[in-house]
């Protein structure tokens, strides 16, 4: 069992930036590594990015390369969203989720079995 904790959302103006933690207790080393999703109002929860805890190897969605930035720290079984120029249409229920610790596809939500209950980002214009 893992306990996923995520933590740092708010309100930021257009352009801003968050950066936001999760934190995995429990049986971590049963996991591959970390992810994000996120669900915006009328829209499917979609994958932001992941990592690792060995390597580490990433992967981000299209729609947030190069302004978010997932990294982690495995001594204190963290991982952190940067996120930058923030936009409204990142709007959203940002979620954490414990990756299983089998099968090659981190893009799929099915591939992750902990979840935390969300962090809420809004993005004003």
């Known amino acids: 069992q893992v306990h996923v904790v995520e933590s740092g959302g708010g309100v930021v103006q257009v352009g801003g930036s968050l950066r936001l933690a999760c934190v995995a207790y429990?049986?971590?080393?049963?996991?591959?590594?970390m992810g994000w999703f996120r669900q915006a109002p009328g829209k499917e929860r979609e994958f932001v990015t992941a990592?690792?805890?060995?390597?580490?190897?990433?992967y981000i969605a299209d729609s947030v390369k190069g302004r978010f930035t997932i990294s982690r720290d495995n001594a204190k079984n963290t991982v952190y969203l940067q996120m930058n120029s923030l936009k409204p249409e990142d709007t959203a229920v940002y979620y954490c989720?414990?990756?299983?610790?089998?099968?090659?596809?981190?893009?799929?939500?099915?591939?992750?079995?902990?979840w935390g209950q969300g962090t809420q980002v809004i993005v004003s214009s």
């Open positions: 429990g049986r971590t080393f049963s996991s591959a590594g």
């Open positions: 989720a414990s990756r299983k610790p089998y099968g090659s596809n981190w893009y799929d939500a099915a591939s992750y079995d902990y």
């Open positions: 990592i690792s805890w060995s390597g580490p190897s990433t």
